[in-house]
């Protein structure tokens, strides 16, 4: 039986005024301290004199996508507050995640004062951690750019075909795009082609009593009134996400992983739910061959993720692959 893992404690300190609460957070900020780190920060914030956080990064050299939405819920708490938000002694390894997810930009920050050798050695984007193995595979990336090449070719041939019925269905462009969340919570253009009417986007939040999961975490209707003709069709055989291999082609994608969030749907995470952003987001994945559209639960999304990430391998990846071919070839494949 595993024992599980004690959470950690903080060190804390107050300036003589108690207005300036002082952090010291640990070598590693993962999904266990990640947790506590929330914990201990919903617990502060509440003190009436409270007026600033500092955040001392000294000695972390890692986090994950648990700490980025640590840190994410404890911004959005604070400017609720009116409490300044300051992160010093931040290394190269956490900026360069605060970088890619975006957060650099909306947080303070006071880099850690960086050596010579280091500065030769170390860049942000070199120096990203590596939040699981299939990130820094060069065979998976490899695999990748190949299956991308072919299917882009795929789409290349029957792009003349589908581009016509589309126009010929319903007015409007004959590729789709939507913000998505993918590694790190980094936001990015998935591409698609248009299952919907144009205007689609403006009336999601009239169709969201058509929502068939049972949470608000995510979205999928099979009645969507939105969904075209054409575009049931697309979505029934899978040749609306055939664009998405210039996702992966650019690297923002996979051809496995994980099922890519939009952002309102990981503002609603809570800090355990961040894991599934730990590696790509992927064309096909768990969800994809043991459940496709019959999921009804956000838990378990979640534990199709979390099951890829513990199972993955590169035979694993090619596993996924053949069964998702398969399954599209069945004539109730489940998706709509």
């Known amino acids: 039986m595993t024992t599980p893992m004690t959470p950690p404690k903080f060190t804390i300190g107050y300036s003589d005024d108690h207005q300036v609460a002082i952090i010291t957070l640990p070598v590693r900020l993962s999904v266990v301290e990640a947790i506590a780190f929330k914990t201990t920060c919903d617990e502060i914030i509440q003190q009436d004199s409270l007026k600033k956080i500092v955040l001392d990064c000294q000695q972390t050299n890692f986090i994950d996508s648990s700490a980025v939405g640590s840190l994410v819920h404890l911004l959005k708490a604070t400017i609720v507050k009116n409490i300044e938000l300051v992160l010093v002694n931040v290394g190269t390894s956490v900026l360069g995640v605060l970088s890619l997810t975006g957060l650099a930009q909306r947080l303070a920050i006071q880099p850690a004062a960086i050596t010579e050798e280091n500065n030769q050695k170390n860049t942000p984007n070199q120096d990203l951690p590596e939040t699981h193995p299939s990130v820094r595979s060069w065979i998976k990336r490899f695999i990748d750019i190949i299956g991308s090449i072919v299917g882009l070719a795929i789409t290349g041939i029957l792009l003349i075909p589908i ?153 694993y990846d090619l596993k996924l692959i053949i069964s998702t071919v398969l399954i599209l070839f069945r004539k109730n494949s489940g998706a709509y």
């Not at 998505?180 to 689609?200: E, H, Q, V």
Request: aromatic share 12%; hydrophobic share 35%; charged share 30%.
């Open 163 to 315: 581009a016509i019925a589309i126009k010929l269905d319903s007015p409007g462009p004959i590729f789709f795009k939507q913000v998505r969340c993918g590694w790190l919570g980094k936001k990015f253009y998935i591409w698609k082609f248009r299952s919907m009417k144009a205007d689609a986007e403006k009336y999601k939040a009239e169709v969201l009593a058509l929502n068939n999961l049972k949470d608000t975490k995510m979205f999928k209707s099979e009645n969507d009134p939105r969904i075209t003709k054409v575009g049931r069709w697309l979505r029934k055989t899978s040749l609306d996400e055939l664009p998405q291999f210039w996702n992966v082609l650019k690297g923002e994608m996979s051809l496995v992983g994980t099922r890519p969030p939009t952002p309102d749907e990981v503002e609603q995470y809570e800090v355990p739910e961040w894991q599934r952003l730990n590696v790509k987001p992927g064309m096909t994945g768990e969800w994809q061959v043991k459940g496709r559209s019959t999921i009804r639960t956000f838990e378990e999304v979640i534990k199709l993720d979390l099951d890829y990430q513990h199972n993955w391998s590169l035979l």
